[in-house]
């Protein structure tokens, strides 16, 4: 509770004013106590104040201990649940808790139904009665949605944590929290003047960074724009010239439309920001040893080159020198194309298909928002909850955006914006968007940052929106260690690479080197699929919060023993089986085919006799035929017929 002497009357609605702000933003109720009507009194007047409000001072600060207090924890481990809401019936504000899950909330005398919840438990809903100048205790124990904790425990396979997943694991722990969030931003501050720059000094400026920093910088040259100007990377990790699959990937971009570059200057201030502070400030040591962070803050510096300052909805530089507008030549599909991509594009599109990015943020301008694919009309998104909650998670974290507070005169964009996000579609629907490719053909998430109304603001603004920006910016940094992320092996320790896996049987992502994946979520529990061919297919499942590293998971495969769908042992069975009975039939067979043979032969050779005896007695009776005719021939007169029919016999 805060209490503050207010110096101003001020009129009734008036926006902006210190109470309204606590009220919405923290979890902090404050009244303004105006103490008299002279706003500054003589000094001899200060005791006879001090006499008429010390009471009201003191019974006004025990009024803080009436209410409800407790903590919010996880029923498992019994340890406390950060950032948990604390909501009543009734009553249209809520509290958060602290890092260590414990809250305090001020409710007048009554009976309360009062429900505490947090991404990937079930919310709980207690009955509370509050008594007079007594705080009631209500602890809340919330249960996973996992539905049963001792599977999740045997089924999840976590990767064995060094000292410095360990310690990375407490950093984002701690970061995960507004306060840990805000003090990194207070204790990084640079107090850089801001100015604008042109393409020219803006490649001096990263190159600068390289020459002063190389041993976490690396310049990358992309490609050229129409009219030759060098699209650059900023390459910034611990070891820039070394691939290190296990770290995550994360893109930010800027400058697709020339004439908003406001997004240019802020990633430049960024990336000064980063640099600066490796080495000094232990935080972002710790992110930049165990992110690898890319850069561009110009995707068109040809159309950056012909804006204009000062001008807020001009659209002079919005395209490329071709006169296109960059964010619709986005197309994966050469059908889709009606022509050849531009050389911004190009570079784009290699760019993104070369680098596995788990996360890509892209700011741009002319309107105060945050939006999530897709840009083209698209009817269901399978993992729309995920993308809206990135955007949330920067809007949360830029003083104006979350509030709703994001109308713009220039451009008709209305205020009240739930959470400060919405769909792309919803803002301006159009077809072959950079984040729409991103999304289909890089296998990454990206939302895109409307970080002003106005488009070309002029260079004092710089200042304010860097402040505005610089903890959401930050936000990214830490969210892209969340999620779920492993690798993938045989029992051997052979890692797969290319290996599919599947989240809740709708998302999908593929292994890269090494056997690693990693992809963002929005926290609840998750079944996991993974499929590679000659293997068998593996299940797992995980828990992901809003406030922890990414899950990790080890997945082992072993040979796939199945064929056609059957175990291995048994198909063999009966493989062997079948041969079995395939040799006993071949025997049965030939032994037939023996005996029939056998039989053949035989009978041939009985014909065979039986054709001889025949020959022979064809031979016989023809010679006797022969005889016949001899006797007949020289038969003499006084032979009688009996001597002939014996010749004929013989």
Known sequence: MQVYACLHWFPLGFPGGMQDWNYVNTNCFEVTIELGCVKYPLAKELPAYWEQNWRALLQFMHQVHTGIKGTVSDDRDRVGIPNATISVEGIDHNITTAHAGDYWRLLVPGTYAV????????????????????????????????PDNNAHASTVAQLTQSPSDRELYSLIKELSLDQGLEQLVKSTATGNSFRYRRPKDLEAFLRG?????????????????????????????????????????????????????????????????????????????????????????????????????????SNQGLTNSNGKDLDKTFF????????????????????IQSNDFSLSVALDGGALVVTYPYDKPV????????????????????????????????????????DGVMKAAKLQSHMGSMKDFSMDFGHCPEITVYTGCCLF????????????????????????????????????????????????????????????????????????????????????????????????????????????????????????????????????????????SDRQKDGFHRLR???????????LNSMGS???????????????DEETLYANKI
């Open 332 to 351: 994966g599909n050469s059908s889709q194309r009606l022509s050849e991509p531009e050389p911004e594009t190009k570079a784009m599109i290699n760019f």
């Open 209 to 313: 960074l390289t020459l002063n920093f190389p041993q976490i910088t690396s310049l990358h040259r992309l490609g050229q724009s129409v009219e030759f100007r060098n699209i650059l990377a900023l390459e910034i990790s611990n070891n820039p010239a070394e691939p290190e699959p296990s770290e995550p990937k994360i893109r930010f971009v800027a400058g697709i439309h020339g004439s908003a570059p406001v997004g240019t200057e802020l990633l430049l201030e960024f990336a000064a920001s980063l640099c600066i502070n490796y080495g000094k400030n232990p935080a972002i040591t710790k992110l930049i040893n165990e992110t690898r962070i890319f850069i561009v803050p110009s995707i068109n510096p040809d159309g950056r080159e012909q804006a204009a300052e000062k001008k807020c909805s």
């Open 457 to 596: 603001p002029a260079a004092n603004q710089l200042g304010t929106l860097w402040d505005e920006n610089k903890k959401a910016l930050l936000s990214m940094l830490v969210e892209v260690h969340k999620g779920v992320r492993g690798v993938v092996r045989d029992r051997s320790g052979k890692s797969i690479v290319g290996a599919t896996i599947f989240l809740n049987a709708t998302v999908k992502i593929s292994t890269s080197e090494g056997g690693y994946f990693h992809i963002l979520v929005h926290p609840g529990t998750y079944g996991i699929d993974a499929i590679a061919e000659g293997y068998q297919s593996q299940h797992k499942e995980v828990v992901v919060t809003s406030y922890e590293a990414a899950a990790s998971v080890i997945i082992e495969f072993d040979l796939d023993n199945s064929i056609f769908g059957l175990q291995r042992e048994f198909v063999v069975a009966c493989a062997a089986a079948a041969m079995t009975a395939l040799v006993l039939t071949a025997c049965i067979i030939w032994c037939v085919c023996s005996a029939k």
């Open 626 to 640: 022969k005889k016949s005719l001899l006797a007949h021939e020289f038969q003499d007169e006084s032979e009688s």
């Open 115 to 146: 429900t505490a919840s947090a991404d990937g438990y079930i919310p709980v809903t207690i009955y509370a009665t509050v008594a007079k100048d007594q705080a009631e205790v209500v602890d809340f124990r919330l249960t996973r949605l996992h």
């Open 379 to 418: 009817h269901i998104v399978n993992n729309e909850a995920t993308l809206k909650y990135l955007a949330k998670v920067y809007a949360k974290n830029h003083p104006k955006m979350h509030p709703g507070d994001t109308a713009c005169s220039n451009n008709g964009q209305m205020g009240n914006v739930p």
């Open 609 to 619: 006799q039986h054709r001889d005896d025949y020959d022979d007695e064809i031979h």
